[in-house]
């Protein structure tokens, strides 16, 4: 069994910044993929950005390229997310999740998902 849960939400102004944490612990064997995927109110859950934990190597959704930078500390569990210049459009809950293949992007490729926090950037 995997255990995700995600930390660091809030409300912050446009233009500032905040870092989400991930912890992705347990079997995580087969798992070298966590994710960051957000949904905004009223819209469909998108993928934000994810990381291979064992290589570094991450992937960005164009949105958010340049203002979001993804991390991991292997020796903690942990998968972040700094999030820098954010936007009103930000807003939503964000989530963590694991998976098999660092560089998938649709939902169905990730099993383990944690509650999500809410980050809120108001206009």
């Known amino acids: 069994q995997i255990h995700v849960a995600e930390s660091g939400g809030g409300l912050v102004q446009a233009g500032g910044s905040l870092r989400l944490s991930c912890v992705i612990a347990?079997?995580?064997?087969?798992?070298?993929?966590g994710a960051w995927f957000r949904q905004a109110p009223g819209k469909e859950r998108e993928f934000i950005g994810s990381?291979?934990?064992?290589?570094?190597?991450?992937k960005y959704a164009d949105s958010v390229k340049g203002r979001f930078t993804i991390t991991r500390d292997n020796a903690a569990d942990m998968v972040y997310i700094q999030m820098n210049s954010l936007k009103p459009e930000d807003t939503g809950v964000y989530y963590c999740?694991?998976?098999?293949?660092?560089?998938?992007?649709?939902?169905?490729?990730?099993?383990?998902w944690g509650q999500g926090t809410l980050v809120t950037v108001p206009s």
């Open positions: 347990g079997r995580t064997y087969s798992s070298d993929a």
């Open positions: 999740a694991a998976g098999r293949r660092w560089f998938e992007t649709a939902e169905s490729s990730y099993v383990d």
């Open positions: 990381i291979s934990r064992s290589s570094g190597s991450t």
